[in-house]
C-alpha cells in the first residue's frame, strides 16, 4: 500500500510518501518522499509561531511541496491529454473543490492549476493529521487533503499528530531517499532494520506543545498515563532560550550553547563558581507521572535577574549564557529519563519509544540510552531518526497505515480540526 501523507500542524509543511506493507504485528515502511520546509524563518523574529503566519504559509507551500514529493517517489507524471486547466475538472467537483478551499484562495489558485497537469498517482490513501496543534494550520492540510481526495478519488485516514510521533520509530533506518542529503550519498538498496515493538510498551512523547508519558498495550490502544500541567518540555526549551537572547527554536539554540560550556569555565569570573548555577527539577519525586515545566522557566528568569545584580558587567554574565543551557537541559532530561525509567518498571514495558521534537536532543538520547541499559536491561529503547523526530509527514503515513490495516478510513464531510485532540 502507498500513502500520500499531509501534515500542516504547527510551523513546519510536510508532504511524504511512504510503501507500507505487513500486519500489526510487524508493519514494514519505506519512505520514497518526505519533503519538508520550516517555516523557522517567518516565526523567528515573532519569538514564536504566530498561527495566521503559519496558516499562509502551508497554503502558499503545500502544491509546490507535493511535486517535490511525487517527483522524488517517482509518481509524478504528466497528464496525457495534458490538460493545461481547471475548465477540465467536472463542473460538480470545481463548485465542491470552491468551497472547500473558499479559505485558502491561493492554494485554490494553484490547486486549479495544477491537478489537471497530472495523472492520478498510484497512492492507495491519503493520510492527514486533523490534531493537536494550531487549528488554523491543521485546518489548510485538512482541507487540501479533501481536494485531492475529491479529484483522485482516494480515501482519507485522519491522524492524531502524537500518534505519528510514536509510530515515527518504525520508520527508522528506512528508505533510501533522504531529502536532506544528495542523492549520490544515498546507499542504493541499503537494508533497512524492523524495528521489533513488543508491547506493552511507554512512549515518552516531549515537543513543542506536548509533554505526556503513553501506555501503548498494542498498536491503535493508547492511554495517557501522565501529562504537564503547564508548559510542555520543548515551551520550556524556547521561552527560556528567549530569555537568553537565543533565536527561536530555543530547543537546537539551548543544545548548542551547552555544548560551549567547558570551554568558557576559566572565563566565569565574579559569579562564584558554576555550582551557583543550579535549577530545580521540578516534581521529579512525585509520586505520578506527571510533569511541570513553567517553575523552571521562572527559575531561569529569577537566576537572569540575580545575575543582574551580582554580575555588573553585561559581557561577564553572557559568558554564563552555556552553563545556564547546560544546566537548564541537564533539569529537563533528568526530569524525563526518571519518570519514564519508573513509568516503564510500573507497567512492566517491553519496549521504551520516545518521540517529538525534544528527541533530536543528542544529551537526552545519550542519556536515556545509558539509564534504559542501566536500569531497565530486559527493555527495548526505540529511538526516532533524528530527522523523523521533528514534525515530518512520513511518521503520519506510517500512523495512518495502522489505522488503514483496520479500514479506519473519515468521512471528507465529517473531518475538521481538532486542535486539542488527545488519546481517548
Ligand atoms: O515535535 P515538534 O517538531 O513540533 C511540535 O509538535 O511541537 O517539536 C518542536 C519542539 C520545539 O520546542 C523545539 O525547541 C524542540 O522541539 N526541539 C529541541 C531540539 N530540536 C527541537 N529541543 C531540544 N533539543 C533539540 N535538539
Ligand atoms: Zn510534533
Known amino acids: 500500500m502507498i500513502i500520500l501523507a499531509i501534515e500542516t500542524s504547527c510551523d513546519e509543511t510536510s508532504v511524504a510518501v511512504v510503501r507500507a506493507q505487513g500486519g500489526l504485528k510487524i508493519p514494514k515502511f519505506k519512505v520514497l518522499a518526505n519533503i519538508v520546509l520550516s517555516q523557522i524563518k517567518t516565526h523567528a523574529k515573532w519569538g514564536g509561531v504566530v498561527p495566521s503566519l503559519a496558516k499562509r504559509e502551508h497554503a502558499k507551500n503545500l502544491i509546490p511541496i507535493l511535486e ?37 484562495p491561493e492554494l485554490l489558485k494553484q490547486f486549479l492549476e495544477f491537478m489537471p497537469k497530472i495523472k492520478t498517482p498510484k497512492i492507495n490513501a491519503i493520510a492527514v493529521t486533523v490534531g493537536p496543534g494550531l487549528e488554523p494550520a491543521l485546518w489548510v492540510g485538512i482541507n487540501f487533503a479533501k481536494a485531492l481526495s475529491l479529484v483522485w478519488n482516494k480515501p482519507i485516514i485522519a491522524v492524531n499528530h502524537m500518534e505519528g510521533h510514536i509510530a515515527a520509530v518504525l520508520l527508522q533506518n ?6 536532506q542529503f544528495p542523492i549520490s550519498k544515498q546507499i542504493p538498496n541499503s537494508k533497512f532494520k524492523i524495528p521489533k515493538i513488543r508491547f506493552p510498551a511507554v512512549a515518552l512523547l516531549v515537543s513543542g506543545g506536548h509533554t505526556e508519558l503513553v501506555l501503548i498495550k498494542n498498536w491503535l490502544d493508547y492511554k495517557i498515563i501522565g501529562e504537564t500541567r503547564d508548559d510542555a518540555a520543548g515551551e520550556c526549551f524556547d521561552k527560556a532560550a528567549r530569555m537568553l537572547g537565543l533565536p527561536y527554536p530555543g530547543g537546537p539554540a539551548v543544545a548548542t550553547a551547552a555544548k560551549a560550556g567547558p570551554n568558557h569555565k576559566s572565563q566565569i569570573t565574579n559569579y562564584k563558581s558554576k555550582q551557583e548555577i543550579r535549577l530545580p527539577r521540578p516534581m521529579i519525586d512525585s509520586n505520578d507521572y506527571d510533569f511541570s515545566f513553567s ?25 554564563l549564557t552555556p552553563f545556564i543551557c547546560k544546566e537548564l537541559q541537564q533539569a529537563i532530561i533528568a526530569v524525563l ?16 519509544i520516545l518521540g517529538g521534537g525534544v528527541v533530536a536532543n543528542k544529551e537526552l538520547r545519550k542519556q536515556m540510552k545509558l539509564a534504559v541499559s542501566k536500569n531497565l536491561p530486559t527493555s527495548n529503547l526505540q529511538l526516532p531518526t533524528s530527522i523523523f523526530s521533528t514534525d515530518n509527514a512520513a511518521m503520519i503515513a506510517a500512523a495512518g497505515y495502522l489505522h488503514a490495516l483496520k479500514d479506519d478510513c473519515a468521512k471528507p464531510d465529517k473531518l475538521k480540526a481538532q486542535g486539542n485532540l488527545t488519546f481517548k
Not at 507524471?77 to 486547466?85: C, P
Not at 517553575?295 to 559568558?319: F, I, M, N, P, W
Request: without cysteine; proline residues 0%; hydrophobic residues 40%.
Open 68 to 104: 517535490k514529493a511525487l517527483k522524488q517517489s517517482k509518481l509524478f507524471a504528466n497528464s496525457k491529454s495534458q490538460i493545461t486547466n481547471y475548465k477540465q475538472i467536472s463542473n460538480s467537483k470545481l463548485k465542491i473543490l470552491n468551497k472547500i478551499l473558499s479559505r485558502e
Open 174 to 179: 528506512s528508505g533510501i531517499f533522504n531529502f
Open 295 to 319: 517553575g523552571l522557566k521562572t527559575a531561569v528568569l529569577y537566576l537572569l535577574k540575580d545575575l543582574e545584580k551580582k554580575v555588573s558587567k553585561k559581557s561577564d554574565r553572557l559568558k
Open 337 to 352: 529519563i526518571v519518570k519514564t525509567l519508573r513509568a516503564a518498571k510500573e507497567f512492566k514495558a517491553k519496549t521504551i
